[in-house]
């Protein structure tokens, strides 16, 4: 597609005229409708390469024309400034538009766009707010999906199985609509363009696995997914241009550095990188990785935004935390399921966390995690499932901060090597039939070598921390702690 960097009625814009304009303009565009255009069928190739080109979109648009400046980007939404006399702002939302409704944007996603104007001593805070709800009134009045070409076939794609199938993919031999099959040949150039761009300097030469089943490897999997702690509310406070651009720097490098460090310390096979990506961009990033890989790139993650704060030009500052869902399960499970769950766990690790987030610090990255390795479904939300199945335990025993990550994994670590398993069987059935349980771990204690007992005790102690429910975390995380200290 050929550039836009000036639109026919641009040549005469100079910034000495534009600085006595009465109102500097903004524009805002917004990918919507995601379940239609990203999630909307389970192959992971597909999900991956849907949210990539959403993100590079977002920071093509620049490039492709030269009157819009970036204020702040997410994984689907941008802010810009337009640089341009207010007579020529039509024809520029119309070229944005004519932009995101090209190859490949056109096959498979939606977008809103809005503009508006800045009066003198208006916040950019209050600005965004009028756009954001611009853009939501558009959705509004908006379908939710993105119509394919007529094609005249009897059947529908394979992957999503509502649009209708035009080509084969090869390898699969599967039928794929133009949607599918333009997200995943676009995104194959994306996938190490992701990765690449955290590291400093010549990246790595990186390969990765190119399925779930060889990602497990004979094991299971967890999705896990990030989510900023109140990073609407911290925008709130974003006053000015610098503001927005200084926190959308700070954001993205906590996730850069953090992705960084995953990546490097990811297991692998055969030179292959075991790692997903299916959504990184704004507050949020999805991976999938072993199982065995959770509680490191856990640690990796939080530790990357434990020193992180930010300060506005007005003084106000904050300390950047993230909280995650965690979902333990087997590869073979409709991932479009699980990142709901994961989805979900996330928000219960939110409740815990205060509205104020000037008042937040490293205590505040916190996750929640389910254990699905030996079911496929969860009846209702997560959290009455949580409630009703681990019963006598609540759902906020499922949840922990990075201060106490690495010792409840440690902990654990020391439970598995020492602790008869059989008698956890026990333990767990007495308390759920609401029995007490005093003598069933005197007698496991017994059970083990004097050397071993007091370090038994102090490990047992600091996951009960004084609740005997809690027997059933142990229970729970036995088979998900692997074996390697953090």
């Known amino acids: 597609m050929g550039g836009l960097n000036c639109l026919p009625s641009c040549e005469s814009v ?15 565009i917004e990918a919507v409708n995601l379940d239609h255009s990203v999630y909307d069928t389970n192959d992971i190739s597909t999900i991956r390469a849907g949210s990539s080109l959403l993100l590079d979109a977002v920071y093509k648009l620049t490039e492709s024309i030269g009157l819009l400046e970036k204020i702040s980007v997410g994984a689907s939404t941008g802010l810009y400034r337009i640089k341009a006399l207010e007579s020529e702002i039509p024809g520029i939302e119309q070229a944005v538009r004519k932009f995101l409704q090209s190859e490949p944007y056109a096959h498979f996603a939606t977008f809103v766009v809005a503009t508006t104007g ?89 390969e ?37 651009g200084d926190f959308d720097k700070k954001v993205q490098g906590i996730q850069k550095k953090a992705v960084c460090q995953i990546v490097e310390h990811a297991p692998k096979t055969e030179n ?20 065995s ?36 399960c087997r590869h073979n499970l409709p991932i479009l399921q699980i990142r709901r769950y994961a989805d979900q766990l996330c928000s219960i690790a939110k409740q815990q966390i205060s ?36 019963q006598p335990a609540k759902v906020k025993d499922f949840t922990f901060n990075l201060d ?27 308390l759920q039939q609401g029995l007490p349980v005093d003598k069933e771990v005197k007698r496991a204690l017994d059970m083990v070598d004097s050397s071993a007992r007091s370090g038994l005790e102090e490990a047992t102690q600091v996951i009960l921390d004084s609740r005997d429910e809690r027997w059933l975390i142990i229970g729970d995380l036995w088979n998900l702690i692997g074996t390697q200290a953090l």
């Open 14 to 28: 100079n910034l000495a005229v534009m600085s006595n304009l009465p109102n500097e303009w903004y524009l805002r």
């Open 118 to 206: 800045k009066e003198p001593q208006e916040s950019l805070a209050n600005l965004n707010k009028q756009l954001i709800a611009k853009c939501a009134w558009q959705q509004y009045q908006l379908p939710s999906f993105s119509f394919p070409a007529p094609h005249d076939t009897p059947e529908e794609c394979d992957f999503g199985g509502v649009r209708p199938w035009v080509r084969i993919i090869p390898g699969k031999e599967k039928k794929a609509s133009q949607s599918v099959y333009t997200r995943r040949e676009e995104g194959k150039n994306l996938r190490k363009k992701i990765y690449e761009q955290c590291f400093d300097g010549t990246p790595p030469d990186l």
């Open 208 to 244: 990765f696995t190119d399925d779930l089943e060889e990602l497990a490897k004979g094991g299971d999997i967890a999705l896990i997914h990030f989510d900023g702690n109140r990073f609407g509310n911290i925008r709130d406070y974003c006053f000015s241009e610098k503001d927005f």
């Open 272 to 291: 292959r990188t075991r790692l997903e990506t299916l959504l990184w961009g704004g507050d949020e990033i999805e991976l999938v990785v072993p199982s």
């Open 293 to 328: 890989a959770v509680w490191n790139t856990l640690k990796l993650f939080f530790d990357s935004a434990a020193s992180a704060s930010f300060q506005t030009e007005a003084g106000n500052s904050f300390n950047l935390t993230y909280s995650a869902g965690v979902v333990f």
């Open 355 to 390: 509205g104020e987030p000037e008042k937040f610090s490293s205590h505040d990255n916190r996750f929640a995690y389910l254990n699905m390795s030996s079911f496929d479904l969860v009846a209702r939300d997560v959290e009455s499932f949580i409630e009703s199945y681990h």
């Open 404 to 430: 106490r990550l690495g010792s409840i994994h440690n902990a654990m670590l020391t439970i598995t090597r020492s602790f008869p398993r059989n008698k956890i069987y026990e333990i767990v059935e007495k």
